[in-house]
């Protein structure tokens, strides 16, 4: 196998990621986005050397990103990807390698395979380049202006391309020299390193790859890349009966021929669902949070802890899955309010209904729900939170 080395383009603003770090050091799954790239390429054996194209003030993000790595220092990159791309190259040149894989640092999810699939097809007799890609599996409209549909595109043959591309690194370094001097129109219109080298007459090959070859292009993409765990925690309540004509279940006045005794509002469900989400994030209990010697929380609704609790949970990224309630009592009846009960629920927490559960029983007759002192409320959240 010829020698390859690796030139990762990390020098992007990224204008479309709006987080705070541009999207090749925002954090992944614990490591910067960068970091999982750099990683990849050291897993395929092939590659001989990395090389990174970095934006000028970026180098305190690229040691945290590359650290232990011993790397070779850093290129600082141009105005846009192709003159970046073109300053690594030109970094290159001394050792000059045979081959050279081009990829963008925000790709975090290469297969160390697929680098390696497209080295050996780069390496052919009679190839001077592979790009990894995708057969486009939708079908293509072209659009006129007004955006009605002008023609269907067959879409045979018709591939989406990704990076690594690699590519016999003499003829590529030639190639984008050559568009260096072309006008800018001209050359932004090639939109990745394949395209320069087509333009110069090199032949280059597609190589299937991964749909999990993805870009991070937005803060929504590192979202859905980052890995999650489900974790489900139970809370229990219970409060007892005093003089009165209603109860306050999960934030709906039941009438009844008594009320629930408690600091706040006793909403027993409410306090229940509360303890079973900060369980999910080991956020300690309700009283922790609420303390009944805190006079503030007199009367008050206790819509307002289970709000806290699922602030809590959105606070570490966390999402819900579900909710589920059963509520212990003799009386009142809980059938006539339970669709009233799951959209009350449903709203205070921000999910959608069908991701609600309430439940009643009675326990016969026996114990203290069976005497009518009182009512019990248990419940179980479940919900995703990023792996830490
Ligand atoms: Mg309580």
Not at 41 to 48: D, K, L, T
Not at 142 to 155: F, I, L, M, Q, S
Not at 239 to 263: I, K, R
Request: proline share 6%; hydrophobic share 45%.
């Amino acid at each position: 196998m010829p020698t390859c080395t690796a030139l990762i383009v990390a020098a992007g603003r990224g204008n479309r990621f709006g987080g705070p770090l541009p999207k090749q050091y925002a954090i992944l799954n614990g490591q910067p986005v960068l970091r999982h790239t750099l990683l990849a390429y050291r897993a395929a054996p092939e590659i001989g050397a990395i090389r990174v194209v970095i934006a000028p003030g970026d180098e305190g993000f690229y040691a945290a990103a590359s650290r232990d790595l011993r790397l070779s220092s850093p290129v600082l990159g141009g105005a846009s990807r192709q003159q970046s791309v073109l300053k690594g190259l030109e970094a290159l040149a001394e050792d000059e390698p045979e081959l050279v894989a081009i990829h963008d640092a925000a790709r975090p999810f290469v297969r160390p395979a697929d680098i390696t699939a497209c080295l050996t097809a780069a390496a052919a007799t009679g190839i001077d380049g592979a790009v990894l890609g995708v057969p486009l599996a939708d079908t293509v409209k072209r659009t006129d202006r007004e955006g009605a549909v002008a023609e269907t595109v067959p879409r045979a043959n018709l591939w989406r391309a990704q990076t690594p591309q690699v590519f016999r690194f003499a003829p590529l370094l030639a190639a984008h020299r050559a568009v260096a001097s072309l006008a800018e129109a001209e050359a932004t219109a090639l939109t990745d390193d394949a395209a320069v080298a087509e333009r110069a007459g090199l032949k280059v090959v597609m190589v299937a790859g991964s749909e999990d070859n993805r870009k991070i292009t937005t803060t929504d993409d590192l979202r859905r890349a980052t890995a999650v765990e489900t974790r489900t925690a139970f809370g229990f309540d219970v409060h007892g009966f005093s003089p009165g004509d209603a109860v306050m279940l999960c934030g709906v006045a039941v009438p009844h021929t008594q009320a629930l005794a408690g600091h706040s509002d006793a909403d027993v469900a409410l306090h229940a669902l509360t303890d079973a989400l900060l369980g999910t994030i080991g956020a300690g209990d309700i009283g922790q949070h609420f303390p009944p010697s805190d006079p503030q929380w007199r009367g008050v609704s206790s819509d307002r802890f289970l709000h806290r609790a699922v602030d809590l949970v959105a606070a570490r990224g966390g999402r819900i899955v579900h909710l589920d309630l059963t509520l212990v009592c003799e009386a009142p009846r809980i059938g006539p309010h339970r669709e009233a009960m799951v959209a009350s629920i449903a709203r205070i927490a921000a999910v959608s209904p069908d991701r609600v559960s309430v439940k009643a029983t009675t326990t016969e007759g026996l114990g203290f729900t069976g005497r009518r002192e009182g009512i019990a409320a248990q419940a179980v959240a479940t919900v995703e939170i990023p792996r830490s």
